[in-house]
């Protein structure tokens, strides 16, 4: 996604119109397009083809984003990140249908899960291990509950791809190979207490890491090949896993995928559901992939404060670096108006980020620049609101988990 420098001056004059208004703007100034937020969901159902979509709420944080993206066609529940989110969320009445993305081992969580029948319904934990189903079982004991209401798990199945002794994929589940799950299973299924009710397989290797990145021609080809094994290879194994579960459990869902492998994982015969999230909003990790070009919708304001010398303005803060391995894609990217850069020795800063750049002569002090964060979600963490634009005006202000007092 490279948007062309005329569309990134209008951008920024639409967004700096659309908050002209607001009273007390305190920076980071997030706003989100709705347009493009709205496209980017009806592409995502596109992509998926009728396999139902659960929300990665990890990758949006804004309670108001998650029902929009909720009341859609194509969407249904939401994928969590931490266990008193999910119990939140429930409470909240945003969804019935939560499932936890990570096991937990938070006690005082598990003990709340267990004394609320709309959260036992409602609440699915992701396990790969016997000790995730002790932890519970010590907090059902410690509150003297019986085993009759059982706890929805999942089972967490790694989804990497295996090239000899190497592994390519996120670090998660120490399952891989069908006996294994199978073994794990029917540990599940024949412990009192708890519901064997679905399965995960996340192929980050996939989903997450862009195939077509400019100026890395070659190892774009790389990573598209690898992607092409992992789909092949998983693909097999998904089917063999599923095939030995079929002996023990009906199960209500099967979870894979992300924004970046939407087609390929809805195309497998075992999953029921693919997640998504970061398609939503389009950090800008998720530019150049090539399966899919969708919108950027989220955006953070910084003012100008100063100008330090020729060619170089200073605007305040903005220093929200990414998590994962340390590199330049984790940075922010100064994006309205164009022309703007990074320096290579301050880059985002905490309290100043000087830019230079052919488009410095262009701004003033007070004057907004407009930037995208590299991965999506992780932003809200930085404001308490979050204002929704519609072509140049803000129609409504809503908060984030972090405005609501929510820090998981």
Not at 69 to 81: E, H, I, K, P
Not at 167 to 187: C, N, Y
Not at 339 to 365: D, K, W, Y
């Amino acid at each position: 996604m490279e948007e062309r420098p005329a569309e990134r001056h209008r951008l920024a004059r639409r967004l700096t119109d659309a908050v002209a208004g607001l009273e007390d703007p305190a920076t980071p100034l997030v706003v989100v397009d709705l347009e493009a937020f709205d496209a980017n969901a009806a592409d995502l159902a596109r992509r998926a083809a009728g396999t139902p979509i659960r929300v990665a709420s990890k990758s949006l944080r804004v309670p108001a984003l998650l029902e929009r993206a909720l009341a859609r066609d194509g969407f249904s529940g939401v994928l969590a990140y931490a266990l008193r989110e999910a119990l939140w969320l429930c409470d909240q009445e945003i969804s019935d249908d939560v499932v936890l993305g990570y096991p937990s081992v938070d006690r005082g969580a598990l003990r709340r899960l267990l004394g609320d029948e709309r959260a036992l319904a409602t609440v699915t934990l992701m396990v790969d291990d016997p000790v995730h189903l002790d932890l519970v079982d010590e907090q059902r004991r410690g509150l003297g509950r019986s085993a009759d209401r059982p706890v929805r798990v999942a089972i967490d199945v790694d989804a990497g791809l295996r090239l000899g002794r190497s592994h390519v994929g996120p670090k998660r589940s120490p399952l891989h190979d069908p006996a294994e799950v199978l073994r794990f299973a029917r540990h599940v299924v024949d412990r009192p207490g708890f519901a064997l009710v679905g399965v995960m397989t996340y192929e980050g290797q996939v989903a997450g890491v862009p195939d077509d990145v400019p100026g890395q021609r070659a190892k774009s080809m790389v990573v598209r090949r690898l992607k092409s094994a992992s789909m092949t290879q998983l693909a097999d194994r998904r089917g063999a896993i599923a095939r030995a579960l079929s002996e023990v459990v009906d199960l209500e869902f099967w979870n894979g995928g992300g924004s970046g492998s939407v087609e390929a994982t809805a195309a497998d015969a075992a999953v029921t559901e693919v997640a998504a999230g970061s398609g939503l909003l389009v950090p800008t990790l998720f530019d150049h992939y090539e399966s899919f070009d969708p919108r950027p919708a989220a955006f953070y304001g910084l003012p100008v404060v100063r100008r330090p010398a020729d060619g170089i303005v200073t605007v305040a803060g903005g220093g929200f670096v990414a998590s994962g391995p340390t590199g330049k894609d984790r940075a922010p990217t100064p994006w309205a108006p164009p022309g703007l850069h990074l320096t290579g020795l301050e880059g985002a800063g905490e309290v100043q980020t000087p830019l230079t750049g052919p488009g410095v002569p262009e701004l003033s002090i007070g004057d907004w620049v407009w930037f995208r964060h590299a991965k999506s979600g992780e932003l809200a963490e930085h404001t308490n609101v979050v204002h929704l634009v519609s072509d140049d005006r803000v129609v409504e202000t809503v908060p984030t988990y972090r405005g609501l007092g929510c820090a998981w």
